[in-house]
């Protein structure tokens, strides 16, 4: 029969108990394994089999003394339900006979029951110990057996129920001297402790209290009420009585008016406060230690000031200050993008270079005839702007001393920094050698991993040519499996051999990012560069070659279309500008167009000088710079000289469109 949790709580104990006796001590473990076996309604067998592999040999034992023990308390717990069943029986007959039913006969003597003496119904005492309560309980059942056999007897023979009286007061004098000898014990106690230097507060005096009011307690109910007020009034633990005079006043036994002390109601934090205050004046009150004037070690430059922890306050950020620190770093950050940006185009547009020459050049503008004191160069290492003072030969000049200064020699533009080393090619009869010699090396590889039973043997290579003498009389058995089993094999062989190139092959992304690194090349070293002139590119199918051929090649440069000068500079690799010099010099026909108007144009009524002249490519320059001064290639249209040449200043390569001018010209010089 299964058992619930507050039944299995109030057994716990009688386990734990059992337990400590058997064994000497207390394990949680076999505590929790008995009360789940009591409470499954397991035998004593089955129990001694649950809990032989904790306790071992002596489960048995315990096992008994549990079982034992449980049925001892069923059995006081039945007797005490029983016990209590009856008081309730004989309680309510009580009742019966104190209020007797109208229907009843009033002249049947055998029904009537003596009333019980109030000195039975008396309570006990309040706040009586558990074990006077437990032998007051015993007392008032025996007490009621005894009223019980009382019963019998009237219903027996009509004789009448000795009185009860001297029990119950037996009862309150025991009680009463229980709680005399628990205070004299109390007593003794407190003494003892005292003598050890304790008080007699806390819980033994809590407890000494508790003795002390119960036993007077106990004398109020023996004593009558007039006594038990003096008493009350003499107490010394009791309230001090209250006397009031003819007019109102407190006054004491001797008849003086006192005043009574009032508490008024405050807050913990004034409290708090008080108490602070209180201990700051306790400790400026205390005296300091104070060295003497006299001692040697006095120093009265030292002030002797306490060792007091600074408190520190909260500091509050106003409104927007990480707002306006923000913004500066941002406009600084600004500022310093913008400078970069100045000092770059002003290194492209040769600023920073004419600043640099402006320091040292003259501030003052002279004449042809006059002659300077001191020419600008020197100027800057002499110091008192003369020449008098070069003559002393221990003058000393800014910025020269007796040390020896040797540059720091720089790497050349054009110098790689790795070393090139040159591949090696070999001729196709040392390829096939060494091919032989590597396929020979995988083959003896596998068939030593076959031989140790690594891999399994490869499938004979069977082939509808060689069908016969691989298989012999298989194939004479049955050949039409055969040959089916022999194109299996083969079509097997083509798909591996398909999947292999497509697993090698290039995806569409990979394919063009090899072209591109085919194309370009590496301009870390050096970059070569290309001038060349034109007199007309005004076909438009002709700037389309040029211009895609430069993107295609990944070339970078300027295209500057102006009367008669057409300046083309490109930027690229060496392959790069071979392949690109062979389309302007040869590819592509530039005087095509003009071949048949020159033919047909009178010398009279042709305005524009350069129809009549046959349209050339020319290479003005070709050389090598440490690094590009052009972005993607880009056709310029400018009509006059200064547009033209101020394209080429930007990007700090005006010599480029000099030079080129500068040819057009002489070409037009020796044409007319």
């Keep these: 029969m299964a058992m619930s949790k507050r039944e299995m709580e109030d057994l716990r104990p009688t386990v734990d108990t059992v337990m400590q006796k058997t064994f000497g001590f207390s394990d949680p473990t076999v505590i929790v394994a008995a009360l789940n076996c009591v409470a499954k309604g397991m035998d004593k067998s089955r129990t001694v089999d649950m809990l032989r592999p904790l306790l071992e040999e002596s489960a048995p034992k315990f096992v008994e003394n549990l079982f034992d023990t449980i049925s001892v308390d069923k059995s006081i717990k039945s007797s005490r339900k029983r016990t209590i069943k009856d008081e309730d029986i004989s309680e309510a007959r009580i009742k019966r006979s104190k209020h007797p039913s109208r229907f009843d006969d009033d002249d049947d003597p055998q029904d009537q029951v003596p009333s019980e003496p109030a000195s039975l119904t008396t309570t006990p005492p309040a706040d009586l110990t558990p074990q006077q ?36 007061q037996q009862l309150m004098t025991d009680a009463l001297e229980k709680a005399k000898r628990a205070a004299a014990i109390q007593a003794r106690i407190n003494a003892s402790m005292a003598n050890v230097g304790l008080a007699a507060g806390g819980l033994l005096g809590s407890l000494g209290r508790g003795t002390k009011v119960k036993t007077e307690a106990v004398e109020q109910e023996t004593k009558p009420v007039g006594a038990s007020a003096a008493a009350t009034a003499n107490l010394p633990g009791g309230p001090t009585p209250l006397i009031l005079d003819d007019l109102g006043r407190t006054v004491d036994a001797s008849g003086k008016a006192i005043q009574l002390t009032t508490r008024m109601p405050t807050l913990k934090a004034n409290i708090r406060a008080k108490r602070r205050q209180e201990f700051k004046a306790s400790q400026q009150e205390k005296p300091q230690d104070t060295v003497s004037d006299s001692s040697k070690f006095f120093d009265p430059r030292v002030s002797l000031l306490p060792a007091a922890r600074q408190r520190r306050g909260f500091k509050f950020h106003d409104q927007g200050k990480f707002q306006q620190i923000a913004s500066r770093i941002r406009a600084k950050s600004q500022l310093e993008r913008l400078q970069s940006e100045i000092a770059q185009a002003a290194k492209k547009t040769g600023i920073s270079s004419a600043t640099k020459l402006a320091l040292i050049t003259p501030k003052k503008q002279l004449s042809e005839d006059e002659i300077p004191n001191v020419e600008w160069w020197d100027g800057v290492i002499l110091p008192n702007d003369t020449y008098s003072d070069c003559r002393d030969t221990g003058a000393k000049f800014v910025g020269i001393t007796h040390l020896v200064e040797h540059p720091i020699q720089m790497q050349a533009p054009a110098e790689p920094t790795k070393e090139v080393t040159l591949n090696i090619f070999l001729t196709q009869k040392e390829r096939k050698k060494l091919r032989r010699q590597r396929r020979k090396e995988a083959q003896k590889e596998v068939q030593e991993k076959v031989r140790l039973g690594l891999e399994p043997p490869p499938e004979p290579k069977v082939r509808m040519a060689n069908l016969m003498r691989v298989l012999g009389s298989e194939a004479v058995q049955d050949p039409t499996k055969v040959e089916a ?7 097997k062989r083509q798909r591996t051999h398909e999947e292999a190139n497509a697993a090698r092959k290039l995806t569409k992304e990979q394919r063009r990012e090899k072209k591109i ?156």
């Excluded at 090349?521 to 002709?542: C, F, H, I, M, P």
Aim: include cysteine; glycine fraction near 6%.
């Design 133 to 168: 309560i437990k032998e007051m309980m015993a007392t008032a059942r025996n007490q009621i057996i005894a009223r019980k056999e009382q019963l019998g007897s009237l219903k027996g023979g009509g004789a009448k129920a000795p009185p009860v009286v001297d029990t119950s």
């Design 485 to 491: 089993h022999v194109r299996a094999q083969m079509a």
């Design 517 to 672: 690194n085919k194309i370009k090349e590496d301009t870390s070293t050096g970059v070569q560069v290309a001038v060349y002139r034109l007199r007309n590119l005004q076909n438009q199918a002709k700037r389309f070659k040029v211009e895609a051929n430069a993107k295609q090649l990944h070339m970078t440069g300027i295209a500057v279309l102006h009367k008669d000068v057409n300046v083309i500079v490109v930027e690229g690799g060496p392959k790069q500008q071979k392949k690109f010099k062979r389309l302007m010099l040869h590819r592509i026909k530039w005087d095509e167009d003009k071949a048949k108007k020159v033919q047909q144009v009178d010398s009279d009524d042709s305005d524009n000088e350069s129809e009549r002249l046959f349209n050339k490519c020319s290479l003005v320059w070709e050389g090598t710079t440490k690094q590009r001064s052009f972005s993607e290639l880009k056709f310029k249209f400018c009509p006059t000289e200064p547009m033209a040449r101020e394209q080429f200043r930007k990007h700090g390569v005006e010599q480029y469109w000099a030079l080129s001018h500068s040819q057009s010209i002489l070409d037009a010089t020796e044409d007319t």
